[in-house]
């Protein structure tokens, strides 16, 4: 098959990266995909230790109309699993099924918090309604990849219809566009309620984001095989169609005046289109802006200032262990994805004031005193629970179980806790104490059968995936992200000042995840191609 004679390079291997090589490489481009890791998926992975399967990024996948219908546009096929989501806050436990359980959400709450019955009648009632608006995001499979064309009827029946009702609901959506803390302060007065709602996601997120999610979590699904499988598919068909992908390869220099990228060991990669797919701080850092004119350079200097001055949003801290329990105790106690809460309690000022405090006034702290934080951090927090073997039984061995259980972390205490010198005790005391709180409360006496534990922490993150402040989903909510974060700008989330550059992944919109960072390297590739069509 002839190649195409525009070359592509990429820079990032990740979900966006993967995608956008796998579009152009259709395409007939000469595209070469590098990554400075030794395996491509960046966040996304699964990886096997002593016969256990572990998921390294997304415990699951939020579909959203775009994962799916865009892998069978690619002609991908592979099994996927339904993911079931539990909550579960001290002794109550319910799975999501469908809208009609949030009326078991509504009764463990006002079983939690009796007094505040009228207050939770309100905010139940606004989850429902933000979730309808949210359902009518997802009600059909995005447009992109879908052939409407064998079936006219439905065009006409139904999707124009409801392009109708997705404006509208954009619109109310915005209504609820502040952050969530906030709403739900203007519904409560208990600061414990809002905690227990809101404190498994980022500090600030949007209400019409996080209210919404309780209908996003009937939108997850698995792939057999774990998470992984997913980025492996994608590289799977960029080299089936002729693209190329080197692995080992950082980059410290883009030289768009020569339009040329250039590795730590000096190889230099000529491109006619460059896709970066990585950190955006990182491109800004390294990109050599001699030979730009001078409108070109004031528009890339003013898009450096604002992406170097922002941060990542919080990164997390992951427990890995390896159980001797048989899967149906765990199948029984919150399943395959439970966020679980172990005190009604919630975070509050030790998320807040105590927190704040402990980053500004590390260095005259006491470890004592940090550990004391740290220890009540971990009890008031919520976790995140994936148990991978409970979707696909070959991922742990027989009679045992495999968990990851996370929760929300801040880089800078991490930072400092390195440079204080006790980082491995740091893990150890975060371990150790995770395994404590799920033995007294939701696994009783599950220490007993821990069979080997190991852990992750922003730090880890970072080294891994070169991703500043060890993010997961790109830019903190707490200041104006410094990129597009409006559904209807997408299309334009992938354009940068840098003649003959894009950008993709989850730093080029705000808020991101895989779904919206495969849409996001769709667009890249597609603007290329559309570029090279006007020629």
Known sequence: MNKNKKRVVIVGAGMAGLT?????????????????????????????????????????????GIIQPMLRHLGIQWDFIKNTISIGIENDL????????????????????????????????????????TRVLYEFDNPNFVDFRKNRAFIFRKLIPWTFKFLHAL????????????????????????????????????????????????DYFYPKGGTGVLSNLLKEKVLEWGGEIEVNKTIVEV????????????????????????????????LKRTGL???????????????????????????????????????????????????????GATNHEERVRLIEEFDQLSKTEILAWLEKYLRLNTFEISVPVLRDPSLAPEGKTGLMVSCLFDYEIIKKVEQAGWYDEFKDFCETHIIQILSETIYKQMD????????????????????????ITGWSFETPPPVISSLRDIPASVLTP???????????????????????????AQNIIKQAKKK
């Open 448 to 471: 007993e059968d821990v069979l080997f534990r190991f852990s992750s922490t922003p730090l880890t993150i970072q080294k891994i995936s070169g991703s500043s402040e060890g993010a």
């Open 293 to 347: 004119d001078a409108r070109t350079l004031e528009k890339v200097n003013v898009e450096s200032q604002r992406k170097l001055s922002s941060r990542g949003a919080e990164s997390v801290f992951i427990l890995y262990l390896g159980v001797n329990r048989s899967p149906s105790f765990f199948r029984q106690h919150g399943g395959e994805h439970l966020f679980y809460t172990p005190s009604r309690q919630g975070l």
């Open 94 to 133: 319910f799975s999501i099924h469908s809208m009609d359980d949030l009326q078991e959400y509504r009764r463990v709450l006002i079983q939690l918090y009796p007094e505040h019955k009228t207050e939770i009648d309100q905010i139940i009632a606004d989850i429902a309604q933000i979730s309808e608006y």
């Open 20 to 64: 956008a090589a796998a579009y152009l490489a259709r395409e007939n481009y000469e595209v070469l995909l590098l990554d400075k890791n030794d395996r491509v998926g960046g966040l996304v992975g699964t990886f096997e230790s002593k016969g256990f399967f572990f998921d390294s990024g997304p415990r699951a996948f939020v579909n959203s």
């Open 498 to 524: 840098i003649p003959h550059i894009y950008q993709a992944g989850q730093w080029s919109y705000s808020p991101a995840g895989v779904p919206i960072a495969m849409l996001t390297g769709w667009y890249a």
């Open 255 to 286: 030289v768009p005046s020569e339009s040329k990228v250039i590795d730590s060991e000096g190889r230099e990669y000529p491109y006619d289109d460059l896709i970066w797919a990585a950190d955006l701080k990182t491109l800004y850092r390294i």
């Open 171 to 218: 619109v109310k959506l915005n209504q609820y566009n502040m952050p969530m803390e906030d709403f739900l302060k203007r519904r409560t007065s208990n600061q414990s309620l809002i905690d227990i709602l809101i404190q498994h996601f980022f500090r600030k997120t949007p209400a019409h984001f996080a209210l919404g999610y309780f209908y996003v979590y009937l």
